[in-house]
């Protein structure tokens, strides 16, 4: 079945980065589009990234774009999010996503999520 395993989480101070991994199994992940989405606290989870097959096409949420880069690496089956920039509103537990439809995923719609990895950025 489809297994996805987040890392990378941690603390870290604003303006600070971080480097999310999530290494996947259990489906042909060069045919699938990948992401990530995020919930803070109280609040509902919402799309952050996401990455096309090849990795050409790659969508943002607003108020990432320019701060956050989406990629992956087809060999080792892992979708990677770079973090720049970070600031105390970004502070959320992250997952990993995945889709062979690109709609679906961003549409928060795909059925598998990773457990999540914690992010947490102190002012």
């Known amino acids: 079945q489809v297994q996805l395993v987040e890392s990378g989480g941690g603390l870290v101070q604003a303006g600070g980065s971080l480097n999310l991994s999530c290494a996947a199994s259990?489906?042909?992940?060069?045919?699938?589009?990948m992401g990530w989405f995020r919930q803070a606290p109280g609040k509902e989870r919402e799309f952050v990234a996401a990455?096309?097959?090849?990795?050409?096409?790659?969508y943002y949420k607003a108020a990432v774009k320019g701060r956050f880069a989406i990629s992956r690496d087809n060999a080792k089956s892992t979708v990677y999010l770079h973090m720049n920039s970070l600031q105390p509103e970004d502070t959320a537990v992250y997952y990993c996503?995945?889709?062979?439809?690109?709609?679906?995923?961003?549409?928060?719609?795909?059925?598998?999520w990773g457990q999540g990895t914690q992010v947490t950025v102190s002012s």
């Open positions: 259990g489906f042909t992940f060069r045919t699938w589009t």
């Open positions: 996503n995945a889709d062979p439809q690109t709609r679906i995923l961003v549409a928060g719609k795909a059925p598998n």
């Open positions: 990455i096309g097959l090849n990795g050409d096409n790659t």
